[in-house]
């Protein structure tokens, strides 16, 4: 980090901090397979609780990474998938996937050592 170089100013603080939480990561990495329904995502996510799951859906609807969609029929239905901006992601997801895949068998590698 430069001199007088604030966190907000560095780009990659940024991208961390929209996807910063371990749910939020797994609510991605899970509408990456595709647009789901609320209750999908609830009993696919190990661990998550509706409020949480709501409330991590909103902040990354704020985010503009995933959006909303309610469709008035009886009963009602809200599906949820990434803007095409969240589509982005995916390389990143990509990337870290590769990473940590190597990383776990380096870290296992190590131990045998």
Known sequence: MTTGEKL???????????FG????VLILRSLLKGTQ???HLLYGIEGISAKVLTENLRMLEEDGLVRRDVYTEMPLRVEYS???????????????TKYGGEYKRSMRNRKKQ
């Open 82 to 96: 990434l803007t095409p901006l969240g589509e982005k992601l995916r390389s990143l997801f990509d990337a870290l």
């Open 37 to 39: 329904r609320f209750k």
């Open 8 to 18: 907000s100013e560095i780009s990659a603080v940024t991208a961390v901090e929209l």
């Open 21 to 24: 939480t371990k749910w939020k």
